[in-house]
């Protein structure tokens, strides 16, 4: 006797409509795992680079130029390729020597670097260097007391007349990196999630419905990119950037390291051009 391998008419209909609720489901959840894996390596390459830049902070006087070149090269890995090089059309890719040369020069060094350190949309830097201590507000009057006996050009990174001093040549380094998710479909829906977050709690009272993914009639995304817009300048940045399919998050490090050369007192070799008070 022969068993019959057919199956009802309505089982392959049942299978096609089961996998078209299922698989779209785990495409986003394989997508989105890559996504924030990225994004987890992005912040630790960014606690990395404040690392450097401290490091190159504390020997090099505090200049802010080699502090952010120390940054980029330690993010190298995460920046994706630059849009102008003088070496022509560079792929990023950073797996030999001559390749990390190439790709640092082209966001640190000539005409170009200026071009491939901001987003083109928006005035934006991709990697702030920012030197929290000694504070912006703090610096003349540190110069001009601890650096007296140095015409206040300096101040001596190994001075412990006080409290005061001791702290200021405690270098502490801050850096924002704009990060760019690239995985297609995830980066828009994470980056919607970042920057409505503080929003989602009251979305079903606001009208929200989840399945047609709308608000108030509105797109359910621009209403969580809407509502992340006002909570600072750089938010309303990366929400112009989103219009453009640009999707950026920032990720921020600290890092502090002890003096180990004197802080200068130069706009251009010494913490005053990227020193902040908050």
């Not at 020997?59 to 995460?78: F, H, Q, R, W």
């Not at 409290?163 to 479909?185: D, G, S």
């Not at 108030?216 to 809407?226: A, R, V, Y």
Request: proline fraction near 4%.
């Amino acid at each position: 006797m022969k068993r019959s391998l057919s199956t009802h008419p309505g089982e392959s209909g049942q299978v096609l409509v089961e996998s078209a609720l299922v698989i779209p489901v785990m495409v986003f959840l394989i997508l989105g795992i890559l996504q924030l894996g990225t994004l987890h390596h992005a912040r630790l390459m960014t606690e990395y680079a404040a690392y450097r830049a401290a490091r190159a902070g504390i020997v090099n006087s505090g200049d802010c130029e080699i502090m952010k070149k120390a940054a980029y090269a330690a993010l190298l890995p995460t920046l994706g390729p630059p849009k102008a090089s003088a070496s022509g059309n560079l792929k990023g890719r950073v797996d030999t020597l001559i390749n990390v040369a190439k790709v640092h020069d082209a966001y640190t060094v000539g005409s170009q670097a200026a071009q491939n350190q901001r987003f083109q949309q928006v005035d934006l830097e991709r990697v702030r260097v920012e030197v929290t201590n000694p504070r912006r507000s703090q610096l003349p009057t540190l110069f001009a007391s601890y650096g007296s006996h140095m015409q206040g050009l300096e101040v001596d990174y190994d001075d412990i007349r006080n409290a005061q001093v001791i702290e200021a040549n405690l270098l502490t380094v801050r850096i924002t990196y704009f990060y760019e998710m690239r995985i297609p479909f995830a980066n828009w829906q994470l980056h919607a999630f970042y920057m409505g977050r503080e929003a989602l709690n009251g979305l079903a009272m606001r009208g929200v419905n989840f399945t047609t993914q709308k608000v108030n009639g509105g797109s359910l995304t621009d209403h969580l990119e809407d509502a992340g817009a006002g909570q600072s300048p750089d938010h309303k940045k990366i929400r112009t950037l989103a219009d453009s399919n640009v999707f950026a998050i920032p990720v921020v490090a600290t890092y502090s390291m002890r003096m180990q050369s004197n802080l200068l007192n130069s706009g251009s070799h010494g913490p005053n051009a990227c020193a902040v008070d908050g």
